[in-house]
């Protein structure tokens, strides 16, 4: 064997163009770049897909010319979808010396399981790791929903078939599917027996072992799509040949019994029925196993960056996908959504085991209805669908901009990176309770999300991101030594005054009101950036502004206007949290979802937020609890960090300013919408 260099795979050839196309490849490789066709470039290590029939050829490539050749295969936590539909890997595996599944002889995975000697930090990383797995339910493939069996006093076995043709039966020294059925039925006489159907061929993508003739008695086949970890807590015993699902059963505890010799066979852990490999009989505990096989023999992508990362981060991805999908109903019914919202909406209601139908009205709504479904509808004033909701014992889900949206303004049909589903109300509207009012009200906020919120201010200060991240830079205040107030101008139509004002709703009212108030500062009034781009109206004329402040801002950036603000007056604008984010004093003539905290001057505090917060327990319910943020770059969910550091690159590369000529914002909402259109599933 040639062996690799430890620097890593340097040039790399294939003679596959699926593998040269994997996104951030040569990343995982250690390598400068992944070429084909491998003959065609200078390379000094060749690659293939583990041992399928079409690395044939560029074995024998490798061999002729004195190169190595390094065996690729997916890795063990490998995405949310299928690699059948398309989705790239998160994880690969690198072996120089054979492949995991492949028995008949040597590979590095199994040298690195007899290497592996774990001190105290490596086996409590280790224990984290699978601890965090199967608390999340994950699996090599985790777009599956989890369903629950029904009671049941027996017994339950399960028995895992696999697709018909694989390598890892044949190379795995796999008895027969018919014999391990038979064993299972015979071994356990009062057990319930599970058949468990492989995700590719429950997709319908390939065929499995288990046919009609093996139904009857005791036998049940599980041939729908579900959570495979899921399905093993609700078992008792798990039968495999040597699908990786026998290694996730012992995370969890279970007996395996192995009718051939997967990589996990052979070391103590399992019932082995199967040929293992002389070699590989020895003991081994099974952190030393994870170790070795997920951590050690495993590569892994950070999904947003593409750089190579550790094990936790896939993890991490990968958890939260499942968790916000959880949170989803079965079946999202979406009801009168714009093309454009149709567009990036299922990245924000959708998920694994999540169904989005997207309908005109309420009246097509009601044929997709039943017990497990949900309507969505955008803001409030639905009356129709209220209606329908009631009438059919539906809940109706609302869902509005998040509070780190873009670069650039919703109306310019700029796509969001946050918005927010309330199953409550809608957090700008304070006459009934919403989810982030409840989260506010009613949480306990542990140190570790303190922490995590403390450092969020700071990064959103620090990068000078705000929820559209417009204006120019460098704002000229000659305040001649008087305090600063920034007064924040809002769209008065918009449903946020609507809901959320008491007796003052119009931004000549605030204005007036701010200078009796602070009859001595310098006054700066910053109109909506909807009024300043002409996509919204405004009953307070410029020139009228004027002759009320010292100052009318009209194109400035807003970490600007915060950064010379002393205090800040609003009705219900945004712009009071970022303010607070900044630990500026906030002046509410409304109820916006910060006010009657303790946090602010409150004209009309609402009366039943009863707790007094801290900065950051508002900061973590307002901007980590309640929003779902989709990057995008991966059209996945993510976290406000990743947002965060999105929207600053995005706003150094576009210069945040606004369109100023119509023409300019209609050509520019032409773009937006043909790119989410592009863009959408």
Same mark, same amino acid.
């Given at each position: ?6 620097? #890593?795979?340097?040039?790399? @050839? ?29 390379? *000094?290590?060749? +690659? ?13 490539? &490798?061999a002729?010319? @004195?190169?190595?050749?390094v ?5 063990? =936590? ?44 490596? *086996? ?28 049941t ?11 018909? #043709? ?16 038979r ?28 046919s ?9 086949l ?27 059963? =012992?995370?969890?505890?279970k ?9 996990? !066979? ?21 952190e ?36 916000? &999908? ?7 019914i ?15 209601? @959708? ?56 670069? #650039?303004?919703?109306? $310019? ?15 700008? $509207? ?39 991240? =417009? ?5 000229? +205040?000659?305040?001649? @030594? ?8 809002q ?10 004002? +008491? ?17 001595? !500062? ?7 950036p ?26 400035a950036?807003?970490? $600007? ?19 607070? =984010?900044?630990?500026?004093?906030? +002046? ?11 946090? *602010? ?8 937020? *009863? ?22 770059t ?27 000529s ?20």
């Open positions: 064997m040639i062996s690799v260099s430890p620097k #890593g795979l340097g040039r790399v @050839g294939t003679f596959s163009l699926g593998i040269a196309r994997i996104p951030h490849l040569a990343t995982m490789l250690d390598a400068e770049w992944v070429r084909w066709p491998a003959p065609l470039h200078p390379v *000094t290590t060749v +690659v293939g897909w583990g041992r399928k029939p079409n690395t044939r050829i560029a074995r024998r490539y &490798a002729q010319r @004195g190169l190595p050749f065996a690729l295969e997916d890795g063990f =936590l490998r995405s949310v979808g299928l690699g059948v539909r398309g989705e790239p890997p998160l994880s690969v595996v690198v072996d120089e010396v054979g492949i995991y599944y492949d028995a008949t002889r040597p590979s590095k995975l199994e040298r690195l399981v007899r290497e592996t000697s774990l001190d105290a930090a490596e *086996t409590k990383r280790a224990r984290a790791a699978m601890a965090a797995m199967t608390d999340a339910r994950l699996s090599k493939y985790n777009d599956a929903p989890a369903r629950a069996l029904p009671r006093e027996r017994r339950r076995v399960l028995v895992v078939d696999q697709t018909r #043709g694989d390598m890892s039966l044949r190379l795995g020294r796999a008895t027969s599917f018919s014999s391990m059925l064993a299972a039925v015979n071994e356990n006489p009062d057990a319930e027996i599970l058949v468990k159907t492989h995700p590719d061929v429950a997709a319908g993508k390939k065929h499995g072992h288990f009609s003739a093996d139904t009857g008695g005791r036998i049940v599980r041939a729908e799509r579900e959570n495979p970890v899921t399905l093993v807590e609700q078992v008792d015993r798990v039968y495999t040949m040597t699908s990786l699902l026998g290694f996730e059963a =012992l995370m969890l505890g007996s395996v019994s192995c009718f051939g010799a997967p990589f996990y !066979a052979g070391w103590g852990l399992t019932d082995d029925r199967g040929e293992v490999p002389r070699d590989r009989r020895g003991e081994a505990s099974l030393a196993l994870f170790w070795a096989a997920y951590v050690r023999y495993a590569r892994y992508r950070d999904p947003e960056t593409g750089a190579r990362c550790e094990i936790e981060t896939v993890i991490e991805h990968l958890r939260m996908q499942r968790e916000i &999908a959880e949170k989803n109903a079965r079946r999202m979406c009801v009168g959504f714009s093309a454009w919202k149709r567009a990036f909406l299922p990245s924000f209601v @959708g998920g694994p085991g999540v169904d989005v139908r997207l309908v005109d009205d309420a009246a097509a709504a009601a044929s997709h209805l039943d017990d497990d479904s949900a309507l969505v509808v955008w803001g409030v004033g639905h009356e129709d669908v209220d209606r329908l909701a009631e009438s059919r014992g539906a809940p109706v889900w609302r869902m509005e901009d998040g509070f780190l949206r873009s670069v #650039g303004l919703g109306s $310019d049909l700029y796509a969001p990176a946050s918005l927010v589903v309330d199953r409550r109300g809608l957090y700008y $509207d304070p006459s009934s309770e919403s989810d982030l009012e409840h989260i506010l009200q009613c949480s306990r906020f542990e140190p570790q999300l303190l922490d995590r919120a403390r450092a969020l201010r700071h990064a959103i200060v620090e990068a000078r991101v705000s929820k559209y991240n =417009l204006g120019r830079e460098g704002l000229a +205040v000659h305040a001649s @030594g008087r305090d600063v107030v920034l007064v924040v101008g769209v008065e139509d918009d449903a946020s005054i609507r809901k959320g004002c +008491v007796d003052v709703s119009r931004n000549e009212e605030l204005l007036r009101l701010a200078r009796l108030a602070r009859p001595h !500062a310098h006054l700066v009034y910053k109109p909506h909807d009024v300043v781009s002409g996509n919204r109206r405004d009953s307070l004329p410029l020139d009228l502004a004027r002759l009320m402040c010292d100052q009318v801002v009209v194109d950036s807003l970490p $600007d206007c915060l950064s010379a603000a002393d205090e800040v007056h609003t009705m219900t604008s945004l712009v009071g949290f970022e303010a607070l =984010l900044r630990e500026i004093p906030v +002046v509410c003539y409304g109820q916006p979802f910060y006010a009657g905290w303790g946090l *602010t001057t409150d004209r009309h505090a609402p009366a039943r937020r *009863t707790r007094l917060l801290r900065l950051d327990e508002l900061v973590a319910g307002a901007l980590i609890l309640y929003p779902r943020y989709v990057s995008p991966t059209g996945r969910y993510t976290t406000p960090e990743h947002i965060v550091s999105h929207l600053a690159a995005a706003k150094a590369r576009s210069g945040s300013r606004l369109a100023r119509w023409v300019g914002r209609q050509g520019r909402k032409l773009l937006n919408l043909g790119e989410e259109l592009l863009r959408a599933p």
